[in-house]
């Protein structure tokens, strides 16, 4: 069971716009930033956005971060076939230190 | 162009205590948050912890009684150490560089590619 809780499984067609939500609580989320990492199917991580909604040189712009209270999205727009993979939301928690969603499966129909 | 390669045994037994080396090219480990993760068959990412440049460590509560992070300055690199494994520990383990921005909010921005370790006698 994973601290921060995300939906497993999304998927959307190519060109469409599909949104990533990750819940957390008052001691992760709500008093700490959150980053999103992307791992493609046998790859390491790759760090996606971070700081809520910043993204490190190299990321397109179709992926953009946002968070309210203790919940935080992940939003892809124009959704291409390398965008397949696992999406984790990740934040530091209070008393956990750092701690990671579950992740969610996107699949690009 | 930042790099970090993992390196160490792929196979330990249980109870010994499991070591990993994380070589660091194009960046000196005089700086940064210095982290380790793993990730289960088939499951999610878990964080192990980090260890900033002064030596200073944060690590996961869970893991804490067991894992020890260090820094080598002279060979750019840092290690892993965690004892009494069992099954459960079975997993890819990654290193990566952590920063911390002007707000103090921490991320992960390189990481290596992983190694598999796999604890069984």
Known sequence: ?109 | QVQLQESGPGLVKPSETLSLICSVSGDSISGSYWSWIRQPPGKGLEWIGYMYYSGSTTLNPSLRSRVTISLDMSKNQFSLNLSSVTAADTAVYYCARGNMNRLSAYYMDVWGKGTTVTVSS
């Open chain 1, 1 to 109: 069971q994973s601290v921060l809780t995300q939906t497993p499984s999304t998927s959307g067609a190519p060109g469409q716009r599909v949104t990533i939500s990750c819940s957390g609580s008052r001691s992760n989320i709500g008093r700490n930033t959150v980053n999103w990492y992307q791992q493609l199917p046998g790859m390491a991580p790759k760090l996606l956005i971070y700081s809520n909604n910043q993204r490190p040189s190299g990321v397109p712009d179709r992926f953009s971060g946002s968070k309210s209270g203790t919940s935080a999205s992940l939003a892809i727009s124009g959704l291409q076939s390398e965008d397949e993979a696992v999406y984790y939301c990740a934040s530091w928690d209070d008393v956990l230190k750092e701690v990671f969603g579950g992740g969610t499966r996107l699949t690009v129909l």
